[in-house]
T-cell receptor, first 113, second 113 residues
Framework: SQQGEEDPQALSIQEGENATMNCSYKTSINNLQWYRQNSGRGLVHLILIRSNEREKHSGRLRVTLDTSKKSSSLLITASRAADTASYFCATAPYGGSQGNLIFGKGTKLSVKP | DADVTQTPRNRITKTGKRIMLECSQTKGHDRMYWYRQDPGLGLRLIYYSFDVKDINKGEISDGYSVSRQAQAKFSLSLESAIPNQTALYFC????????????FGDGTRLSIL
C-alpha cells in the first residue's frame, strides 16, 4: 500500500522559478527520501532526511520534514529545464524491515525554458 | 546508476511464457530489491533480499519468484506471464545501514501480449 502521497500530481513552471512539492505519509518513519526519475530512466536519490531532522539542504534543493504533521516538502530553487522529471518521496517506516522504502505516486515537474 | 545493471532493457513476450529479468551490481551492497512501476501507481516492492540466504516477499509478490545467485546478482522470474504484468521493472541496491539511499538500475520495460 502507498504510504506517501505527493502533491501536486503535476507542476508546470518557467525556468528560474522555484518549484515546491509536498509529500504526506501515514505512519511513523525512520527517514524520508526524495528521488528524481527522468523519463525512461531509473530513480536517482536526491536527499535523505532523518526523523530527528527538520531541514536539509543540498545545492538548489531544500527539504523540510514535519513529523507532527507527517509531511515533507521539496523545494527546488531557480529551476532549470534539466530539472524536468518526476519526483518521488519514499519513507522508511519505523519498525519496518530495515532499509525497505514505501514510495508515493510522484509529482511530474515540467520546467519550460 | 551504472553500478546497477539490468538486462534486458526491453522485452516483449506472450502470455504464458516464462521470463527472467536479471540484475547485477558492482556497489558491493548486501541488500537488493525488485520493484514494479505502473503509470500513476508509483513503485511497488515485489521482493527483497538482505543477503544471499535471505529472501523476502514484498507488497506484490504473487506471480513472481526471485533468486539471489550471489551478493552481486538478483534475478526476477515470471513463471507464466500474464498481460497485467506488463510494467516497468526496477532493481535497486542499498547498504546495510537503513539510513542509506537505494541505487536503481535503468529498468526493464516488459510487455506481455
Amino acid at each position: 500500500s502507498q504510504q506517501g502521497e505527493e502533491d501536486p500530481q503535476a507542476l508546470s513552471i518557467q525556468e528560474g522559478e522555484n518549484a515546491t512539492m509536498n509529500c504526506s505519509y501515514k505512519t511513523s518513519i525512520n527517514n524520508l527520501q526524495w528521488y528524481r526519475q527522468n523519463s525512461g530512466r531509473g530513480l536517482v536519490h536526491l536527499i535523505l532526511i532523518r526523523s530527528n531532522e527538520r531541514e536539509k539542504h543540498s545545492g538548489r534543493l531544500r527539504v523540510t520534514l514535519d513529523t507532527s504533521k507527517k509531511s515533507s516538502s521539496l523545494l527546488i530553487t531557480a529551476s532549470r529545464a534539466a530539472d524536468t522529471a518526476s519526483y518521488f518521496c519514499a519513507t522508511a517506516p519505523y519498525g519496518g524491515s530495515q532499509g525497505n522504502l514505501i514510495f508515493g505516486k510522484g509529482t511530474k515537474l515540467s520546467v519550460k525554458p | 546508476d551504472a553500478d546497477v545493471t539490468q538486462t534486458p532493457r526491453n522485452r516483449i513476450t506472450k502470455t504464458g511464457k516464462r521470463i527472467m529479468l536479471e540484475c547485477s551490481q558492482t556497489k558491493g551492497h548486501d541488500r537488493m530489491y525488485w520493484y514494479r512501476q505502473d503509470p500513476g501507481l508509483g513503485l511497488r516492492l515485489i521482493y527483497y533480499s538482505f543477503d544471499v540466504k535471505d529472501i523476502n516477499k514484498g507488497e506484490i509478490s504473487d506471480g513472481y519468484s526471485v533468486s539471489r545467485q550471489a551478493q552481486a546478482k538478483f534475478s526476477l522470474s515470471l513463471e507464466s506471464a500474464i498481460p497485467n504484468q506488463t510494467a516497468l521493472y526496477f532493481c535497486a541496491t542499498s547498504a546495510l545501514d537503513s539510513n542509506q539511499p537505494q541505487h536503481f538500475g535503468d529498468g526493464t520495460r516488459l510487455s506481455i501480449l
